[in-house]
């Protein structure tokens, strides 16, 4: 996953909103959004190389969405970073624990960030800064490096996501995911892996022979837990290969239950 723009609102009737790309080599195997057999309870694509994923919801209305850091510099080391958002949607940790005992063991994963919550907090971490953020309520977005960071990709992509606040659905949050206009150079950082590269990876949508947005994700979830995520998959060159869409009702908290059934 290499952009994600987010309104996080808790008081609001839709408290978070959210808008995903996934950027990947077309020829690296993957499961579309789903329910996972073998993890009750999970919902998210698969990436079936390593195993684990870039984007799912979990049970008691856990989230949790990874994008890697740039910085080819650093080559890739230890343990897949796919692993870190199924650890989070299965754990029994809260998500301030989960954070912190990730923080403890953060090095046994190539640079990564980490945005993940319940229907009661949203947490967001930068593996090379190493602390946990709490995030208050607000608009964000990050790609490949710290939150908020200014990359015109981020930056877009934000004020698209700001338009759609007053009245937002799937299909627009997906639209607004396809932008294709690239930056000019000038407005680029440097990340190492040279401006021709830099101007490829620098549109929200992206699209060539073997590298690009593979796929495209809205998740709405209501203040009554219930969720709505859509999956939009792309192939080489962006062809369009189609639409999952998948909606959870809503759910009672475990502590409302509990005092129900005295």
Sequence with gaps: MCLIVFAWRPDHAQPLLLAANRDEFYDRPTQGLAS??????????RDLQ??????????????AALT???????????????ELPTQFLTSALSPEAFFHELAQRADDYAGFNLLAGDRDELWFYH?????PQRLPAGLYGFSNAQLDTPWPKVQRAKAAL?????AP????????LSDPQQADAASLPDTGVGMATEILLSSVF???????????????????GARQIVERSYGPHGELLGDIGLSEPAVR???????EDR
């Design 36 to 45: 996972w057999d073998d993890v009750p309870g999970l919902i998210a694509g």
């Design 206 to 224: 992206i699209a060539s022979r073997s590298y690009g947005t593979r796929a495209s994700t809205a998740l709405i979830v209501q203040a009554d």
């Design 253 to 259: 908290r475990r502590d409302s239950a509990l005092l």
């Design 68 to 82: 890697n850091i740039r910085d080819p510099r650093r080559p890739p080391i230890g343990r897949s970073r796919g």
């Design 50 to 63: 390593a195993g684990g994923t870039w984007l799912g919801v979990g049970r008691d209305g856990r989230f």
């Design 127 to 131: 593996s090379w800064e190493g602390t």
């Design 169 to 176: 659905h799937p299909g627009a949050l997906l639209d607004l």
């Design 162 to 166: 700001a338009a759609q606040l007053p």
